[in-house]
Nanobody, 115 residues
């Protein structure tokens, strides 16, 4: 069983920055993809960014150029550096970790961007 612990959310003014972290622990087999998703108020959960084991990255168009995803395979940790934040970035951010035949979600961390 994998436990995911997210941290780094909070309240920030528009234009500010936050860095999210998600550490995986427990019985972990090989991790392939790590990523971040978010659910804005009244909307469905959507992809923000993913990173493969060889660090191939994929971003939602809405965050390209502002967010950077990275990972530390030695610590089973994924990061999301969020710059130039906008009020529309507000939501609960969820970490997702996946192997070849399994995946797990974190409980989420709230990000609120004030205008």
């Amino acid at each position: 069983q994998v436990q995911l612990v997210e941290s780094g959310g909070g309240l920030v003014q528009a234009g500010g920055s936050l860095r999210l972290s998600c550490a995986a622990s427990g019985t972990i087999f090989s991790i392939n993809t790590m990523g971040w998703y978010r659910r804005a108020p009244g909307k469905q959960r959507e992809l923000v960014a993913t990173i493969g084991r060889l660090r191939y990255t994929n971003y939602a168009d809405s965050v390209k150029g502002r967010f950077t995803i990275s990972r530390d395979n030695t610590k089973n940790t994924v990061y999301l550096q969020m710059n130039s934040l906008k009020p529309e970035d507000t939501g609960v951010y969820y970490c997702n970790v996946a192997g070849s035949s399994w995946y797990d979600w974190g409980r989420g961390t709230q990000v609120t961007v004030s205008s």
